[in-house]
């Protein structure tokens, strides 16, 4: 006979990076998720480590004044996001301490701002990348991993970040699937057809991609009944792809993209600067906020008509454009080669010849950039969730720039990487905390700092 795991009573003290609750009871330190500070909560073990407790919420019996009802009908199992039980006020303020904290561990003192939120937060989502799943009686659908379990799909109907036109390719293509009798790809035995679906779209443009990602195959079962269906159905249309993709893993490893109908990229526009998106394209997945993000960096950066401006880990040129509209000369460094050659590509059409590109390690090309421009003023960087890293940070002090703009998508790497440029000189004088993914812990943060 199975034993019950045991139940305790806690009291909730404050929540994770994660937003997990978190709370102490004897010498057992618990993280239970769905539960919010200040909460009583009974609470069941699901997992133990010595002293190290996971839990289960089993009923709140004192809610927090910040508690909702989460709106949508997924939420709990899906993991696509993780604070809709959390008021929007209430996300806003956690994501602030969040930035306090991480940055007062590095022994910055500077005042934060509240965080840019949006007055509308949902259907904020310009991608949206879903895996098929089979039912029970064998029918293919689509949705998201479900949280804890990956093995398992949550159905991707009523997700409420994604605009509900672009989401109506989902049933679509789910009749289509069932119709031809084709399979979910199954990952553990490399069998079946249908992989995943990709959604995009450009907020600024109002067109609309839809890429079915399959295994193998000579043809593609009713492709011209998908494409008359979809282009029914989705408006704004623009890109209707066919991707192939062999690989064991789950990740997108794109081996052939057929054009089935449309053209092979959408067009979204940013700070008045249109971009290519192809269904690998990296870009930013909230298009509103991004605009106050690109507000927000170009007002700290400040850049004068005689600055010579490094952007490191650039992409497709987001702030390296924009600040060679306002600046003598831009050196932008990127490891990924085709986001440089899109970079290029803008930027001759924008006849901007005082922007250049490398392709390569920040680390290795950065030294080179430097030479190039002869010194440099101001330095922006907007490293990945992992960092820029201590040997970066202590180049750009060595390169001396009398300002550096970071943009972090990380509060605990951030604070990490600002230490290395402290003995360098330089103090942290503005901070903006933005909210680019709401419902999830994620937060955006730009600091400015300025060499004494």
Known sequence: MAVESPMVELVIERLDREGTGLASLDLDRFR????????????????????????????????????????????????????????????????RQRVADALAKAGVDTPIPPVLGMEVPWGYRNKLDL??????SGLPFLGFHRRGRWEEIVPAGGCLLVPQELLAAVPIVE?????????????????????????????????????????????LPGARELEAALRGGVPGLASLLWVVNNAP???????????LWGAEAIEEELGGQRYRVGVESFFQTNTQQAERLLATVLAMAAPEPSDRVLDLFCGVGTFSLPLARRARAVIGIEWVEEAVAQARRLACGAGLGNATFLAGPVRHRLPEAVAQLEGVDLVVLDPPRSGAG????????????RRVVYVSCNPETLGDDLVHLFPFGYRVSQVQPLDLFPHTPHVETVVRLDRA
Do not use: N
């Not at 895996?131 to 029970?136: L, R």
């Not at 553990?188 to 109002?206: C, K, P």
């Not at 201590?390 to 720039?401: C, E, L, N, S, W």
């Open 32 to 95: 239970v998720p769905g539960a919010l500070p200040g909460e009583r909560v009974r609470v069941q073990e699901t997992r133990r480590r010595r002293h190290r407790v996971e839990g289960r919420v089993v009923e709140v019996l004192e809610p927090s004044p910040d508690r909702v009802a989460p709106a949508c009908p997924h939420y709990g199992d899906c993991g696509g996001c993780s604070l809709q039980h959390l008021s929007y006020p209430g996300q806003l303020a956690f994501k």
């Open 131 to 136: 895996t098929f799943g089979a039912s029970p």
């Open 175 to 219: 009749r289509w699937a069932a119709a031809h009798g084709l399979k979910p790809y199954e990952p553990r035995s490399h069998r079946g057809f249908l992989r995943s679906l990709i959604l995009r779209e450009g907020r600024a443009t109002g067109q609309r991609m839809v890429a079915l990602v399959t295994t193998a195959s000579p043809e």
């Open 249 to 259: 893993a789950d990740a997108l490893v794109v081996e052939q993209v057929h054009c």
């Open 390 to 401: 201590g040997k970066v940070m202590r180049k750009i002090g060595r390169a001396a720039p």
